[in-house]
């Protein structure tokens, strides 16, 4: 009785590790595509919007910023255009119900450049964000 427990024991701790395995494979690719750096994703929407200022601060550009905003300090999906909407939101200090502050490195230089893009140029950025997470 005492070999028996002990080997369906392994069978199903072996099975259990291999399909743990397999799941943890498939989950890679994913997840590799979606951390994509925003470094890259700003460089992207720079050759496509060519007007948008860089503003450069500390080896990052206003929108590399914007996105690293969204995605790490507001913990946002990149996904969906209404969380980009809010990003957009904090960035020009437009308040949904309560104040979310802009880290130190989103200064008034880059709500400034912001707020003197127009109202389709930033919906333009916000619709290409989007995009290009939803891939």
């Not at 024991?9 to 291999?18: A, G, N």
């Not at 890679?28 to 595509?33: F, I, K, S």
Request: glycine residues 4%; negative net charge; charged residues 20%.
């Amino acid at each position: 009785m005492g070999k028996q427990l002990k080997f369906w024991f392994l069978t199903i701790l072996t099975t259990l590790m291999v399909l743990a395995g397999s799941i943890l494979q498939v989950g890679e690719p994913l997840m590799a595509a979606q951390s994509t750096p925003a470094v890259a994703i700003a460089n992207q929407l720079y050759r496509q919007y060519p007007n948008i200022p860089r503003v450069p601060q500390a080896n990052t550009t206003l929108l590399s910023r914007f996105i690293e905003y969204h995605l790490d300090t507001q913990a946002r999906p990149g996904q969906y255009h209404f969380d980009w909407e809010l990003s957009m939101a904090d960035y020009l200090d437009i308040a949904y119900g309560h104040h979310l502050a802009i880290p130190a490195t989103a200064n008034d230089t880059d709500k400034l450049a912001m707020q003197d893009l127009s109202r389709q140029q930033r919906h333009d950025l916000v619709r290409s964000l989007e995009d290009r997470f939803a891939q």
